[in-house]
């Protein structure tokens, strides 16, 4: 089975709109999964994250995190690297108390290295992390590396497959974000284009790569240097009903986070595009 969410507090919550509430709307309006959005800062005390959490718990609703979009584990200074150890951390501790996993990062970017180089600088930031995380009793969270969609950002398929090798999927696993691989790696228009990205995984990483995954889609507006912006699943920029398709047909299951601007109003079209192929 997936389970598909918003990236983000739905749209159409009511009342006051915080992240319990949030939790609470997906499982009303049928959906199972949400992403709490931690892009501009964890500004979550624990509290208000195990009360969140102890709300998707009673709702069957699966959460993971989005940390800072400001880290960079391939950073040049010191003072950055320290920096983006500190938001990781901070993300994985507010997961830890709102029960989610994995944490969503982008690793970095190359500015101008070798990609050899910048994969040993983002290896070590991320044992710094994982040490740190140990450290402080954070258990059960991931590191969830994404594909990232600007050509010049460490984060391309290869590459963070790379990284659940290295770690092993408890402590890593890749978060395939199909629209930026659209944009930065290959356009995706059939089911077997989608299937060949699902092969790679499952033969580098196992089947427990392809039975709990933790993937992002959306439209994308594309341009030489890759993503420009998110667009609605109605662009088909990628299409969504091939990638529905080999899901269905390869035996895949996890979650699929929307991040289109029409968050769980796509979210749900999502899902019921997957069902549909279900039955097909």
């Known amino acids: 089975m997936i389970r598909f969410g918003p990236a983000g507090i739905p749209i159409g919550t009511p009342g006051k709109a915080g992240t319990a509430e ?7 309006i049928g959906l199972g999964a949400m992403e709490v959005e931690f892009v501009h800062g964890v500004k ?22 989005h940390a800072p979009y400001y880290i960079n584990c391939c950073a040049k200074e010191e003072l950055k690297i320290a920096g983006s150890v500190r938001h990781i951390v901070a993300t994985a501790q507010a997961a830890f108390w709102l ?19 910048c994969r040993k600088m983002v290896i070590s930031t991320f044992q710094r992390c994982l040490d740190e995380m140990a450290r402080l009793k954070i258990n059960g969270v991931q590191l969830g590396a994404e594909l990232t969609g600007k050509k010049s950002a460490y984060g391309s398929l290869d590459e963070i497959i790379g990284l659940g090798e290295e770690f092993g999927l408890k402590q890593v696993v890749p978060v395939i974000d199909f629209a930026h691989y659209h944009a930065r790696e290959g356009r995706l228009k059939t089911q077997e284009d989608y299937a060949r990205v699902l092969e790679k995984v499952e033969k580098r990483l196992g089947s427990e790569a392809a039975h709990n995954f933790h993937c992002h889609f959306s439209g994308i507006e594309v341009i030489e240097a890759g993503e ?12 969504f009903e091939p990638l529905a398709a080999a899901w269905v047909e390869n035996g895949w299951s996890g979650k699929a986070i929307c991040e289109s ?7 749900l079209a999502m899902q019921a595009i997957y069902k549909k192929a279900g039955r097909n």
């Open 261 to 267: 601007p029409l968050i769980e109003k796509d979210a």
């Open 44 to 65: 979550m005390g624990e509290p208000a994250a195990r009360a969140a959490g102890e709300v998707a718990r009673k709702s069957d609703v699966l959460l993971s995190c």
């Open 228 to 239: 420009k912006n998110h667009l609605p699943i109605s662009s088909l920029s990628p299409p």
């Open 22 to 28: 949030g939790i609470a709307y997906c499982r009303e």
């Open 99 to 117: 029960g989610a996993t994995p944490i969503v990062i982008h690793p970095g970017f190359y500015m101008g290295r070798p990609a050899v180089e």
